[in-house]
């Protein structure tokens, strides 16, 4: 009998999928449970060789391919699979292109100035890490389908010409990755980690909150310190720039901030590089009488080639939305940036860079570097020969006039108001008691200055000369500092010293004496043949505080004549007198 669980040898058979019996491949049902076998094409006696069969494709019947048997478009480049066009024309062309929008996206100062310095940072390194790949994949790939090109039956002198062009594309780069590869792998370094060159910024309120000075550097997180003061302060009208600028994404921030804002420049000192980015921005830009604005190109760290060209065209059109003249832009980006140029007063007026050249003394107190540093002030205050007098020889009025100062500095009030504070308490506290007792010499001396200073405001205009004799009478507070010459005040101001120093050491009485009254008469007489109302005028000012001639004249020619006198001892005698009178 037949087993039906064997055959014969040479005998095709399966198993059934039910029962598991073995059964022909030639059945058509299982002998065993009855059970349809369906019909399956025979195994070939050799497997395919799926190497030789061109044909083959993922559609193919029962063929099941693994993924490394399908590779992508970057696998067949990089393996020199497409053509030698392809590969050259295309996949280059599309390959560099996406390469310099990157380098694009890195060299614009405002394309990654949302984003904090460390994700700035991280930003620069996967960029510039992707362009990197980028490249030496698109090269790779164009050298290998070269080699495979002469294989195919292709004409070796397009093999050799794209090789050559690999070899051209290979010396640019490290030429690029020397200039500029390097130094920006090292700014992104830096800033992921947080290490930033650029020197410190300092902000201060001044003037009661209603102006704010930014000075020192511009690092990243400028611009947010900015914006916390503001948020903070909401009167603030004037920002006053007096920084040697820093990072260009910052002045752009800035820049953004102060027209948001609405804010007015000034500079009271210098401004340069990226600061007078940002200094443009004001709704009015005023510059102090000493301050300065600074340009040159733009570098990023030591990069150069592209970057550089891209941040530049972008202050170029800056400066051009302002209007600033071609000639004027010309000259700032021709400027290395290891230099400055500082446009005069006139330039920068003629260029729209500014609005008008200000008096700094009514703005508040900027640009001062140790404004922290009272001993600081202090010690610059001393040099003044009427302070260093006043600490030697009247302690307790100099400690009342430095702590004004120190504290004004401090507070950035305006210096006009500092000014007329000091000379509040010295004209009506301090002088008029140290002319009672300053000794002859002391004396003259500080009157012949101050004669010499009515003179000079009376040419000017006669009304000047009556407000500084009559300051009770004056409509609005006389600016002696603008009116008069420099070497006259700093004659004032020694004389005064003198006088402090005089009634220290050697104090003088101021009574009257027969000699004194002859002097007095004899004076009398002098002046009333110079100006015969001038008496008058001394003795009822009330009725003259309308006749600034008469009110100046009278006041001038009485001292002028004291100091006439024949001997110091005389018009030393009549001074104390007429200070004690």
């Not at 019996?21 to 006696?45: F, Q, R």
């Not at 702590?403 to 007329?420: D, F, H, M, T, Y």
Request: proline share 5%.
């Amino acid at each position: 009998m037949l087993d039906i669980g064997s055959f014969p040898e040479g005998v095709e058979s399966m198993f059934c999928t039910k029962c598991g019996t073995n059964i022909s491949t030639d059945a058509h049902y299982c002998y065993s449970c009855g059970t349809v076998v369906p019909e399956v094409a025979p195994l070939p006696s050799e497997p395919p060789n799926f190497a030789e069969d061109s044909n083959l494709s993922d559609s193919t019947p029962g063929l099941n391919r693994s993924p490394g048997r399908n590779p992508n478009l970057l696998v067949k480049h990089w393996r020199g699979d497409y053509s030698l066009g392809v590969s050259y024309w295309v996949i280059g062309n599309l390959s560099t292109f996406v390469v310099v929008v990157i380098t694009t996206l890195i060299g614009s100062s405002t394309g990654l100035s949302e984003l904090g310095p460390k994700a700035s940072g991280a930003a620069i390194l996967a960029i510039y890490g992707f362009a990197v790949i980028a490249t030496f994949w698109q090269l790779g790939g164009i050298w290998r389908s070269a080699d495979k090109h002469t294989q195919k039956g292709g004409k070796a002198f397009w093999a050799g010409f794209a090789k050559l062009m690999v070899v051209i594309g290979l010396l640019r780069f490290a030429a690029d990755f020397t200039t500029v590869g390097l130094p920006l792998i090292s700014e992104g370094a830096k800033m992921l980690v947080g290490v930033d060159d650029t020197p410190p910024y300092q902000i201060r309120l001044l003037r009661e909150g209603t102006e704010l000075e930014l000075a020192g550097g511009m690092p990243f997180g400028t611009n947010d310190a900015i914006k916390k003061f503001l948020d903070a302060t909401p009167a603030i009208q004037v920002l006053h720039l007096n920084s040697q600028g820093g990072r260009m994404a910052e002045a752009y921030l800035l820049y953004k901030t102060i027209k948001e804002r609405n804010l007015s420049t000034f500079t009271s000192a210098d401004c340069v590089s990226a600061c007078s980015i940002a200094f443009l921005a004001g709704k009015e830009r005023y510059l102090g009488e000493s301050g300065r604005l600074g340009f040159h190109s733009v570098r990023v760290g030591e990069l150069s080639g592209q970057v550089n060209t891209e941040l530049n065209g972008e202050v170029r059109q800056t400066l051009q939305t302002h209007g600033v003249p071609k000639n004027f832009i010309d000259r700032a980006l021709s400027t290395s940036p290891k230099d400055m140029w500082y446009p005069s007063k006139d330039e920068l007026l003629r260029a729209k860079i500014i609005d008008s050249v200000v008096d700094s003394r009514y703005f508040g107190l900027s640009g001062v570097t140790q404004w922290r540093d009272a001993h600081k002030i202090e010690s610059e205050l001393l040099t003044l020969p009427i302070y260093s007098a006043l600490a030697q020889y009247d302690q307790k009025n100099y400690a009342k006039l430095r702590n004004i100062l120190v504290s004004g500095i401090q507070k950035g009030r305006a210096q006009i108001e500092i000014q007329n504070d000091v000379r509040s308490i010295l004209m009506n506290q301090l002088i008029p008691t140290y002319l009672k007792k300053a000794p002859d010499g002391a004396l003259i001396r500080y009157w012949r200055s101050q004669v010499a200073e009515m003179q000079h405001l009376a040419n000017l205009d006669p009304q000047h000369c009556a407000d500084f004799v009559y300051p009770q009478y004056a409509k609005t507070a006389l600016d002696l500092e603008r009116l008069l010459p420099k070497e006259l005040q700093i004659e004032d101001l020694n004389a005064l010293a003198a006088v402090v120093k005089g009634v220290a050491t050697n104090p003088q009485g101021n009574g009257s004496s027969p000699r004194v009254e002859a002097d007095i008469e004899a004076i009398g007489v002098k002046v009333k043949q110079k100006f015969p109302s001038a008496l008058e005028v001394l003795t009822t000012p009330d009725n003259y505080k309308d006749a600034p001639v008469a009110l100046c004249m009278a006041y001038t020619v009485v001292f002028s004549e004291v100091l006439a006198l024949p001997s110091s001892s005389q018009s030393g005698a009549v001074l104390r007198y007429l200070g004690s009178e």
